[in-house]
């Protein structure tokens, strides 16, 4: 069984910064991409980053675009996310995911990862 690790969450006033990171245990194994979701109180799941490892290539929702960025490490499995410039609207828990392969052409599906961390808790004050 493959567990990923969240750790960075914390409280933080509007316009702040926090960098989240995401670590692999268990057994070994190689993923397509990684990516950061979020879930506030009351809302769905939705996508907030990816990280394509056929390329490094990042891509990120409308609603973090110029504020968050991801990075990682593919051999090791790890998996980071800056955000700056950080508002109110941005409270949530974030969870990090891995991909094993490609199953789809998105990235941005929950449904397309096949596992998942127990999520950070980001809380923006205003």
């Known amino acids: 069984q493959v567990q990923l690790v969240e750790s960075g969450g914390g409280l933080v006033q509007a316009g702040g910064s926090l960098r989240l990171s995401c670590a692999a245990s268990?057994?070994?194994?190689?993923?397509?991409?990684m990516g950061w979701f979020r879930q506030a109180p009351g809302k769905e799941r939705e996508f907030v980053a990816t990280i394509n490892w056929r390329g490094g290539v990042a891509y990120y929702a409308d609603s973090v675009k110029g504020r968050f960025t991801i990075s990682g490490d593919n051999a090791k499995n790890t998996v980071d996310l800056q955000m700056n410039s950080l508002k109110p609207e941005d409270t949530a828990i974030y969870y990090c995911?891995?991909?094993?392969?490609?199953?789809?052409?998105?990235?941005?599906?929950?449904?397309?990862?096949?596992?998942w961390g127990q999520g950070t808790q980001v809380t923006v004050s205003s």
């Open positions: 995911a891995c991909k094993l392969r490609l199953y789809s052409g998105s990235n941005y599906r929950a449904e397309e990862y096949d596992y």
């Open positions: 268990g057994r070994t194994f190689s993923s397509y991409a």
